[in-house]
């Protein structure tokens, strides 16, 4: 960006009637007062008949009026670059944006005030002082930006403010473009445990498919060393005279679907500390850690709207796409607000389309109707662990007075064990959890069940 630190060439044609007000206008305090000092000046030398003291009132209205006239008809051109490092940061985290001025014309700059426009939540916004600038030089500045709240935020237009020596006119000059930085919910690390439902993938528990359907339509392959010599598949050794090995394995990704409740009517309270800033969050750990397990990730939402990687079905590639595919879901969750619906119905259609493999579900508050939706999720999948967020909770004051459970019928705990007997394994999440913990807890969680139940399923560590 480029921009010429006199008035823009559209201007030309608005004539010197333009120029001067644009000049005028630009007078700063100092200026102001020089001005209105002189005319008083030569008014009362006018009255009083004094020679000198006009002389002086002249010098007083013509110095600001001049230093106007030649800032407004210097032109200097200066190229202007942000850089963001990093451009995508947990909430909470800082980046730093690197400012920087080249001077590309053959005459060198006067005094330089940079200023760039940033959101307030950004913090206040930041401004430089430029000596003068050799021509053909530069100077670089750089200033931090930080934000507990996610989403995206414009960075600029950058401005350049020109000023003359005496600090009688200022002018402002905009660049055109801006940046942008996403600020992304906080990733808590996930420690490795076993959940039931993924068991069709490259962990602990995998499970291993035949290529295709019989033995005849085995596709070997030649015999490398170290191949286990049971895998020799002789018939084909016979026709072509070497060492042939079948090919039948073939390892199937596994499937994980998160789904994030974004109901408002579910949720209470706003801001970093809410339940539903909390639910976002534990949704980018449960995506994340998944990806570094190996798994083949979608983001689901009560809207039915998903987030796919780029590999079939939907779900996220192989591993050198696991990157992108979290950077995908993570700039979607960076912005991703509460939806108008009312029901998780649109999310059940699109569950009950195909087996889903393991399903990772942040709940709010559910009623009657919307947990028996819930509960039917669970058939299409492996394994399903909910975590429900009590909206009451979270916007009351923490007390040491534990709080009754509600176990009238139709009531919260009453909803949470339709969900446990149609086999979700259900973790509620009181106000200030760690996932950490309750991502351990979810595993005793089903652990039990399965003691108690004798309900076993696919196992994977996850």
């Known amino acids: 960006m480029t921009p010429a630190a006199g008035p823009a060439p559209a201007d030309a044609d608005r004539g010197d009637q333009g120029g001067v007000r644009t000049a005028l206008a630009g007078l700063t305090t100092r200026g102001r007062s020089f001005l209105a ?3 008083a000046a030569a008014v009362c030398a006018y009255v009083l008949g004094q020679s000198d003291l ?3 009132g002249l010098l007083l209205a013509v110095l600001p009026l001049v230093c106007a006239t030649v800032l407004y008809r210097t032109r200097y051109r200066v190229a202007g670059s942000r850089r963001l490092a990093p451009a995508r940061v947990p909430a909470g985290a800082e980046s730093r944006v690197h400012l920087r001025m080249d001077n590309v014309s053959r005459l060198p700059t006067g005094l330089l005030m940079l200023q760039d426009r940033v959101p307030y939540v950004l913090g206040p916004r930041p401004r430089f002082v430029l000596d003068r600038v050799e021509p053909g030089g530069r100077r670089e500045v750089s200033y931090r930006v930080r934000s507990d709240l996610r989403g995206r935020y414009p960075l600029g237009p950058l401005q350049l403010r020109l000023t003359d020596p005496f600090g009688m ?3 402002t000059r905009s660049f055109s473009t801006y940046d942008t930085l996403t600020v992304i919910p906080r990733v808590e690390p996930l420690p490795p445990v076993r959940l039931t439902g993924e068991a069709k993938g490259y962990g602990d528990g995998r499970l291993r498919s035949l290529a295709l359907a019989g033995e005849d339509d085995v596709i070997p392959r030649g015999y490398r060393y170290g ?6 598949h002789w018939r084909s050794t016979a026709r072509y005279g070497e060492l042939m090995v079948r090919r039948e394995e073939q390892p199937q990704r596994s499937r994980c679907t998160v789904l994030l409740d974004t109901r408002a009517v579910a949720f209470e309270g706003a801001g970093p500390d809410s339940a539903f800033e909390w639910a976002v969050g534990g949704t980018a750990s449960v995506l994340v850690h998944m990806l570094e397990r190996g798994f083949s990730v979608r983001l689901l939402t009560d809207t039915g709207n998903s987030v796919p990687g780029e590999g079939a079905d939907g779900f996220a590639g192989a591993s050198q796409e696991s ?5 995908l879901m993570m700039d979607t969750l960076a912005v991703i607000d ?3 619906g009312t029901g998780l119905s649109r999310a059940y259609d699109v569950l009950r389309g195909g087996h889903e493999g393991l399903l990772v579900a942040f709940f709010g508050d559910l009623d009657e109707e919307q947990a028996a939706v819930a509960a039917r999720m669970r058939q299409r999948t492996g394994g399903a662990v909910a975590f429900v967020l009590d909206g009451a909770d979270w916007v009351r004051e923490p007390t040491d007075v534990p709080r009754p459970l509600d176990g009238k019928p139709g009531g919260k705990e009453e909803r949470l064990r339709m969900l ?3 086999g ?3 973790v509620r999440v009181p106000r200030g959890a760690s996932l950490h913990d309750l991502w351990r807890q979810a595993e005793r969680e089903r652990t039990g069940v399965v003691a108690a139940g004798g309900r076993t399923g696919g196992e994977g560590r996850s």
């Open 54 to 56: 006009l002389r002086v």
């Open 338 to 340: 509460h939806s108008d």
């Open 227 to 232: 191949d286990d010599l049971r895998r020799v």
């Open 323 to 327: 990157a992108d595919a979290a950077g």
């Open 37 to 39: 000092a002189g005319v």
């Open 169 to 171: 006119c200022e002018l």
């Open 424 to 426: 979700w394994t259900v």
């Open 420 to 422: 446990r007997e149609a």
